[in-house]
């Protein structure tokens, strides 16, 4: 079983910056690929990125590429999102989630294990 806990959620201005972090427990997060995922008010969650277990692939969503970065350190068994150029669409509530199956995919199904959350707001 993993645990996961997301933090570096706020409130920030458009145009500004966050560094979302997800923290493991209970295995090592080496072996998993990871990815990022947000649910907009009222709306659905979807897709924002995700990461091979090595680091080495990388998916985005077009709404984000280009402005945010997805990494991890397995040493420390941690994957960040780093959220540059925020606008108010980016508000949301966002979870990391760990797939077993090592595979970097945008279908949130995929996944086998999920954090909380943590909520980003942006104001215009």
């Known amino acids: 079983q993993v645990q996961l806990v997301e933090s570096g959620g706020g409130l920030v201005q458009a145009g500004g910056s966050l560094r979302l972090s997800c923290a493991a427990s209970g295995r090592t997060l080496s072996n998993y690929a990871m990815g990022w995922f947000r649910q907009p008010p009222g709306k659905e969650r979807e897709f924002v990125a995700a990461?091979?277990?090595?680091?080495?692939?990388?998916l985005y969503a077009d709404a984000v590429e280009g402005r945010f970065t997805i990494s991890r350190n397995n040493a420390k068994d941690t994957v960040y999102l780093q959220m540059n150029s925020l606008n108010p669409e980016d508000t949301a509530v966002y979870y990391c989630?760990?797939?077993?199956?090592?595979?970097?995919?945008?279908?949130?199904?995929?996944?086998?294990?999920w954090g909380q959350g943590t909520q980003v707001t942006v104001t215009s």
């Open positions: 989630a760990a797939d077993r199956g090592g595979y970097i995919v945008r279908t949130p199904t995929h996944y086998d294990y």
């Open positions: 990461i091979s277990s090595s680091g080495a692939s990388t």
